[in-house]
C-alpha cells in the first residue's frame, strides 16, 4: 500500500537523505516539500518527486521558484502561513520534520492536530514544547517517530516491551571531534576542526553542536519527553565508533542495544514503515574486523553542552528554550568566526542565568522567550 509522505527541510542532510529512501521504495509517494531558500536543489526535488505543494521560507525565492516551475501542476507556497498549510496537506499521512530550529515547532503542532503523524527529526520542537507535544499527540492519537540515530535505536530496543519496565536510558555519544582535550586546548580551535565530525556526515549546525555535546543534551531532554524517563534515569554513555546507537537497560538488568554502520536511512526508513522491517541497500557490520567496542565517560568539565543541558531540563518550563535559543545563536556567531568555540558555552550560561523560567509556558511564551533571548544576547554579543 502507498504510504504520502511531507517533509519539511527537504533540502538538508536528513531531508535529501529521507529522498534517497523514497527514491529505494516505490510504494513512498512525496505530497509535500519544504525549503529555506535553495530553490536549485528543490526545484530538481519537485521535477523528480512530483508534489502537490511546495513551501519556500524566502518569499522572493518562492516568487522565483515559481515562475522556475510553471510548467508543473504544483503550488508553490511561503512563510510560516505556507509551512502550516502544508502541514495540514489532505492527502499527506506521515511528515517528516526536517527543518533545523525552532521554526519547526508551529508546523509539527499544525500537522498532529491535523491527525499526521510525525517522523520526528527537530530536536527543537520536544526541547522547547515536550509539554504540550506529547499529550496533543496522545489525545489525537498520533504516533511520534524518532528520526534521530540514538532515539530510534531506543525506540527499536522497546519495541513489544512494557515501558513501564524501563529502568534506564543509555544514550550513546561519538564524543565529537574534540574527545580528549582539555578546555585551555579549545581555547583557539577553528570553525574547519569543528565541522570535522569523525562519523557522521551532517549540517553544520548539528556538526557543531556534536563538538560541544550540546547536541547531546538536546537528546537527553528530548528523550525525557519521547519516553517519559526522568533524568535520573538517563546516562550519557561515550562510544566513539558510533556502532552501538543507543541502550536501553530495564529493571531486570537485561540491557538491549541497537547496533549498526552510521547511516541515517536506517532510522529514516525504520520511522517511515514502522512497524514494519524494509530492506535497506548499504554497509552492514563486520564484527570479525570490528574486534572491539570501547566506552567513555563524558568528560562534563570540559564539554559543558551536557551539564548546561540538563540544568536547563531540571529547572524545566521556560529554561529549556533559553538553552536552545541562545545556542543557537551562538553557533551561528561561531560559523561566522565572530566568537571563538568557548563563548559558545559562556553565552549559553549568560542566557540561562539573566531569564527567569516560566512554569509550563503556552506556544506564544515560548516563542516571546526564544525572541527575548535572542534580543538579550544581540545586545552583549553584537557582531
Do not use: C
Not at 530536536?123 to 530510534?152: C, F, N, R, W, Y
Not at 549546525?205 to 531532554?221: P, W
Not at 524545566?316 to 541562545?326: H, K, L
Request: glycine residues 6%.
Amino acid at each position: 500500500m502507498e504510504k504520502i509522505i511531507g517533509i519539511l527541510g527537504s533540502t538538508g542532510s536528513i531531508g535529501t537523505q529521507t529522498l534517497e529512501v523514497v527514491r529505494e521504495n516505490k510504494d513512498l509517494k512525496v505530497a509535500a516539500l519544504s525549503a529555506g531558500s535553495n530553490i536549485e536543489l528543490l526545484e530538481k526535488q519537485i521535477r523528480e518527486f512530483h508534489p502537490s505543494m511546495a513551501a519556500v521560507w524566502d518569499e522572493e525565492k518562492a516568487k522565483e521558484l515559481e515562475v522556475r516551475v510553471a510548467d508543473l501542476n504544483v503550488k508553490i507556497v511561503n512563510g510560516m502561513d505556507g509551512l502550516l498549510e502544508m502541514a495540514v496537506l489532505p492527502e499527506m499521512e506521515i511528515l517528516v520534520t526536517a527543518i533545523v530550529g525552532m521554526i519547526g515547532i508551529r508546523p509539527t503542532i499544525a500537522a498532529i492536530q491535523a491527525g499526521k503523524d510525525i517522523a520526528l527529526a527537530n530536536k527543537e520542537t520536544l526541547v522547547t514544547a515536550g509539554h504540550l507535544i506529547m499529550p496533543m499527540a496522545k489525545e489525537k492519537g498520533v504516533q511520534i517517530l524518532p528520526v534521530d540515530s540514538e532515539h530510534s535505536a531506543i525506540f527499536q530496543a522497546i519495541h513489544g516491551e512494557n515501558r513501564k519496565s524501563i529502568h534506564k536510558l543509555l544514550i550513546t555519544a561519538s564524543g565529537g571531534p574534540f574527545r580528549g582535550r582539555k578546555r585551555e586546548e579549545l581555547e583557539t580551535v577553528r570553525v574547519e576542526d569543528a565541522l570535522k565530525h569523525p562519523n557522521w556526515a551532517m549540517g553544520q549546525k548539528i556538526t557543531i553542536d556534536s563538538a560541544t555535546l550540546v547536541n547531546k543534551g538536546l537528546e537527553v531532554m528530548e528523550a525525557k519527553w519521547l519516553f517519559d524517563v526522568d533524568l535520573d534515569h538517563i546516562q550519557v554513555v561515550v562510544q566513539p565508533k558510533s556502532i552501538i546507537h543507543s541502550m536501553v537497560e530495564f529493571t531486570d538488568g537485561a540491557v538491549m542495544a541497537q547496533l549498526g554502520t552510521p547511516d541515517m536511512k536506517l532510522p529514516i526508513q525504520y520511522a517511515l514503515y514502522y512497524p514494519e522491517r524494509r530492506y535497506l541497500p548499504g554497509e552492514r557490520l563486520d564484527f570479525g574486523k570490528l574486534k572491539e567496542i570501547t566506552f567513555e565517560e563524558p568528560d562534563m568539565d570540559t564539554f559543558l553542552g551536557l551539564p548546561l543541558a540538563m540544568k536547563a531540563s531540571r529547572i524545566g518550563g521556560s529554561m529549556p528554550t533559553v538553552f536552545n535559543a541562545a545556542n543557537e545563536r551562538a553557533v551561528a556567531k561561531f560559523l561566522k568566526r565572530k566568537i571563538g568555540f568557548l563563548d559558545i558555552y559562556r553565552i549559553i550560561e549568560d542566557a540561562m542565568e539573566h531569564h527567569e523560567s516560566i512554569a509550563n509556558p503556552a506556544l506564544e511564551q515560548i516563542l516571546e522567550t526564544e525572541a527575548k533571548t535572542y534580543e538579550w544576547i544581540e545586545s552583549r554579543w553584537k557582531d
